[in-house]
């Protein structure tokens, strides 16, 4: 089990850039696939990106392709969601969560260790 604390949300312009973070308490840090997912009012909770542990790879929605980058320092047991481009519909909380085991995991079903949220609001 592992605790996670996600920071860098706030309220930004459309086109404006966001970059949050996700400190991951534990010392098998690279044992752990670490997702991105977010929540908007009345929805489910969504995948957004993930990054496995083991290796450079990365997950990302279509929604967000080519707009978010994952990325993960080691050194820092840190794993950061770089938002460019933002886009009113990617106004929602965002949560980090891990699992695990290095896995292609896109359901939240699939991750048991959840940080508190960090609240995202882009205005048009």
């Known amino acids: 089990q592992v605790q996670l604390v996600e920071s860098g949300g706030g309220s930004v312009q459309a086109g404006d850039s966001l970059r949050l973070a996700c400190a991951v308490s534990?010392?098998?840090?690279?044992?752990?696939?670490v997702g991105w997912f977010r929540q908007a009012p009345g929805k489910e909770r969504e995948f957004v990106a993930s990054n496995l542990g083991t290796d450079t790879r990365a997950y990302y929605a279509d929604s967000v392709l080519g707009r978010f980058v994952i990325s993960r320092d080691s050194a820092e047991n840190t794993v950061y969601l770089q938002m460019n481009s933002l886009k009113p519909v990617d106004t929602a909380v965002y949560y980090c969560?891990?699992?695990?085991?290095?896995?292609?995991?896109?359901?939240?079903?699939?991750?048991?260790?959840w940080g508190q949220g960090t609240q995202v609001t882009v205005s048009s």
């Open positions: 534990g010392r098998t840090f690279r044992r752990y696939t």
């Open positions: 969560a891990a699992r695990l085991g290095s896995i292609r995991a896109l359901s939240p079903s699939l991750y048991a260790d």
